[in-house]
């Protein structure tokens, strides 16, 4: 049993009155890891934190990351500051196909090492549940190891993860010239094998020029939702290729990036219920200025998410944080619109939101305590991450005090 008392501002989206909501000087009772009781008054409790009058927020819901890699791609970073362009290194050999080999050589430990890691700087920074894919080995095996070796990290660590299959992700190197074979390969055997595995919970696909394009797209989603994967895409991150279009014809539940998203594709998404996931890290990362119209997104009455991408090669950022700066700069969120998008949102594209992603009675208790006042601190800070406490399931897993 835990008791949370002298919160200075509770700052959480509130499922049934659908609104972020600011609530001053409460406490928070926690059993079993799970909240059951706020503004209540329980002097019973065996433990206490006095959380001094500052700011409590859910723990942050990052809704799509790549973290089951090897190494970074530094190398890459150099090039572009050179003027070299993602597509082109992707060209030279570079990309997601630069990270294949090492995956594939690792041996499942030696992922999990990595991978505990990234995680660990993760709940630093106050992600307590995230999305992560696969999408970096791109055969049979290498991709049910990385699943496997999310599915380990899963059980090991505080943070909950939700897999994704991302075998989509790019046409490897033995299959340059026959992109076909790697389409055959994934709807015949890959795609089967993996829910046979049982771990993924959703199939992505990486919907782009040089890539897969709408048509293979989604016969590859519609594969997947034959093996009860839930289809979700990366969508117009580069060019309009009418991936939107295809997420509201397939009931994705999210199309992700959207930087090149027309109007049309944006009022599909709307009259098909998809969430948006914007990830504006990606942008500043790859040093580009046209991030996701997130605007006309939310005035066309569609959900918008906000996460890292957090991937070896084009956003190598792990700050929700940050995050939620970058949309209140260049996507024109409030405060208050990136703070849902961050948390309850993020949680509603992973279908998690009965559980996480708001701090209300019944659901977990995945709380962030701040050393700050206000949540419009949190962008005003930038790239520094005051936190003192977060508490996962109900237990404090980070204590800075």
């Given amino acids: 049993m835990l008791n949370l008392t002298n919160i200075g501002l509770l700052a959480t989206y509130n499922s049934n009155t659908c609104a972020l909501e600011r609530t001053h000087d409460c406490t928070i009772?926690?059993?079993?890891?799970?909240?059951?009781?706020?503004?209540?008054?329980?002097v019973s409790r065996r433990k206490s934190i006095d959380?001094?009058?500052?700011?409590?927020?859910?723990?942050?819901?990052?809704?799509?990351?790549h973290p089951v890699f090897v190494d970074g791609r530094e190398n890459e970073f150099m090039k572009r500051l050179a003027g070299v362009s993602y597509q082109e290194i992707a060209k030279q050999g570079?990309?997601?196909?630069?990270?294949i080999s090492a995956v594939r050589n690792a041996t499942e430990i030696e992922l999990y090492d990595r991978v505990i890691k990234r995680m660990d700087k993760f709940i630093e920074m106050g992600t307590t549940t995230l999305e992560a894919?696969?999408?970096?080995?791109?055969?049979?095996?290498?991709?049910?190891?990385?699943?496997?070796?999310?599915?380990?990290?899963?059980?090991?660590h505080a943070?909950?993860?939700v897999s994704t299959f991302l075998g989509a992700h790019a046409i490897p190197p033995e299959f340059n010239g026959d992109p076909k074979g790697y389409f055959t390969l994934l709807c015949k055997e890959m795609i089967p094998a993996v829910a046979e595995q049982g771990i993924a919970k959703?199939?992505?696909v990486f919907c782009e020029e040089g890539y897969f394009n709408v048509n293979d797209s989604r016969i590859i989603l519609q594969?997947?939702?034959?093996?009860?994967?839930i289809p979700r895409i990366h969508a117009d991150e580069f060019t309009d290729s009418g991936a939107a279009g295809l997420a509201a014809e397939i009931g994705a539940i999210s199309a992700d990036h959207l930087m090149a998203v027309s109007d049309q594709g944006i009022k599909d998404m709307a009259n098909a219920g998809v969430m948006a996931i914007l990830l504006p890290g990606t942008t500043f990362f790859l040093g580009d200025h046209s991030y996701a119209p997130a605007r006309k997104l939310i005035n066309a009455g569609i959900d918008v998410a906000l996460a890292t991408d957090f991937n070896p090669g084009s956003c190598h950022i792990q700050s929700m944080p940050f995050i939620i700066s970058l949309a209140c700069l260049y996507l024109d969120l409030t405060i208050d619109e990136a703070l849902k998008a961050a948390t309850w949102t993020g949680a509603c594209a992973l279908n998690v939101e009965e559980n996480v992603g708001s701090i209300e009675v019944g659901k977990k208790a995945d709380l962030i305590i701040w050393d700050l006042d206000t949540p419009e601190e949190i962008p005003y800070n930038m790239t520094s991450v005051p936190i003192q406490n977060v508490i996962k399931n109900g237990n404090l897993v980070i204590s800075l005090d």
């Fill in 223 to 229: 594969t997947a939702a034959r093996y009860n994967l």
């Fill in 94 to 99: 570079g990309g997601i196909n630069a990270s």
């Fill in 202 to 204: 959703f199939c992505d």
């Fill in 133 to 156: 894919k696969s999408g970096y080995g791109l055969d049979t095996e290498s991709e049910l190891k990385s699943l496997r070796v999310l599915d380990r990290v899963n059980s090991a």
């Fill in 29 to 42: 009772n926690i059993d079993d890891g799970i909240i059951t009781d706020i503004n209540g008054a329980d």
């Fill in 51 to 65: 959380c001094k009058g500052k700011l409590i927020t859910p723990g942050f819901v990052d809704a799509h990351t």
């Fill in 159 to 161: 943070i909950d993860i």
